[in-house]
């Protein structure tokens, strides 16, 4: 069985598991206070392009999401996401919990516009009953979005600008950054998003490393107390040298962004090869998670060889599925499931 379901399916990069083999022995400080933390966040620091920013590291991507947006909001504050964003459909209302409601907004593809931002905070902020409806605080979007689409820098830019003019806090999810970084349509930088983001994520765990999200902070205010907020939020791994020691390997020499390109060419081929096919796509993504629309008879025998992720209902004979190449996808596996592919749809036409 070749898994194509997620980019989160294998362990850790090669020289990640060498580098936490080597310093197994080592002693250090615990809760991220070691050398391998701080050399990481220098690193970061570095590829970000200015000293300014904090960097801070957890576990988990629901973990991250739910301490950043505790730790900027007050208790009659909320946060804007698209109705698609991870954080309003798949983190079990995770945000809630922490008594901020997620204000959702129809997304176009998965994104979300200045326009809309700026239209729904000008409506809270100038309605009669202002005081009576959550007041929207922060913004959140991902890049890549849930749907694998990508932010332009140009579209960054302007929802940077709505965002600031109305004194609400831009914070981006980047769980998949490193594939929206490296396809060949992105034209967005890590240091166009110290610039741009009040907070953002570089997401490890679905990017080569056993687990971990290095969360950057550009806002001074932000800043303040965030290990406060970690702690409080479960977010201080005692040993904490782990996930410095990952980010160290992979921003070592750029090989973050040199396994996200690896996972976004393959990415490119099943792409290049659906529309080769004629095959409908469910949406237009450039990143590493490429969805089709398939008859049912044909994901039910592309099955027994290859796992896929359902995404929903087309019609009564269709399903929209996704496929989702990693830093770890075998090219030779990319091969064997456009081949598959090509004969099961051959197959299918023939009745």
Same mark, same amino acid.
């Given at each position: ?195 741009? =983001? ?8 679905? $990017?080569? @490393? /056993?687990?971990? !999200?290095?969360?950057?902070?550009? #806002? %001074? ?102 496929? =989702? ?8 596996? $990319?091969? @064997? /499931?456009?081949? !598959?592919?090509?004969?099961?749809? #051959? %197959?299918?036409?023939?009745?």
């Amino acid at each position: 069985m070749i898994w194509f379901n997620s980019d989160y399916s294998e362990g850790a990069h090669p020289e990640v598991l060498q580098k936490l083999m080597e310093t197994n022995l080592v002693q250090t400080p615990g809760y991220g206070e070691d050398v391998y933390c701080m050399q990481a966040a220098k690193l970061i620091q570095k590829a970000c392009g200015t000293e300014g920013v904090d960097v801070h590291f957890l576990v988990g991507g629901t973990q991250t999401n739910t301490t950043v947006i505790a730790a900027a909001l007050r208790p009659y504050q909320g946060v804007i996401a698209a109705a698609s964003g991870h954080i309003n459909v798949h983190e079990s209302g995770a945000i809630e919990a922490t008594g901020h409601k997620v204000i959702s907004l129809p997304g176009k593809d998965g994104k979300l516009t200045a326009r809309q931002i700026a239209d729904y905070v000008d409506w809270q902020a100038n309605d009669e009953s202002v005081e009576h409806i959550v007041q929207p605080k922060m913004v959140y979007i991902s890049n890549p979005t849930e749907l694998g689409t990508l932010y332009s820098k140009e579209e960054l830019t302007e929802i940077s600008r709505v965002c600031r003019q109305r004194e609400v806090w831009l914070y981006l999810d980047g769980a998949r950054l490193g594939y929206g970084l490296a396809c060949r349509e992105n034209d967005l930088t890590l240091p166009d998003l110290a610039q741009l =983001c009040d907070v953002f994520y570089i997401g490890g765990t679905k $990017v080569g @490393a /056993l687990f971990g !999200e290095a969360v950057v902070i550009g #806002a %001074e205010e932000l800043k303040k107390d965030f290990r406060y907020h970690m702690k409080q939020r479960g977010g201080r791994l005692a040993k904490g040298r782990l996930l410095g020691l990952q980010f160290g390997v992979l921003f070592e020499d750029d090989l973050y962004f040199k396994i996200s390109k690896h996972a976004a060419v393959l990415a490119e081929q099943i792409k290049d090869a659906f529309v080769e096919m004629g095959l409908n796509r469910f949406i237009d993504s450039p990143t590493n998670q490429q969805f089709a629309v398939l008859p049912d008879s044909v994901c039910k025998k592309l099955r027994e060889k290859f796992e896929y992720e359902y995404w929903q209902r087309m019609d009564e004979t269709h399903s929209a599925v996704r496929f =989702c190449t990693s830093w770890a996808t075998r090219e030779e596996d $990319v091969k @064997a /499931l456009i081949e !598959e592919l090509k004969r099961l749809l #051959a %197959e299918e036409e023939r009745g």
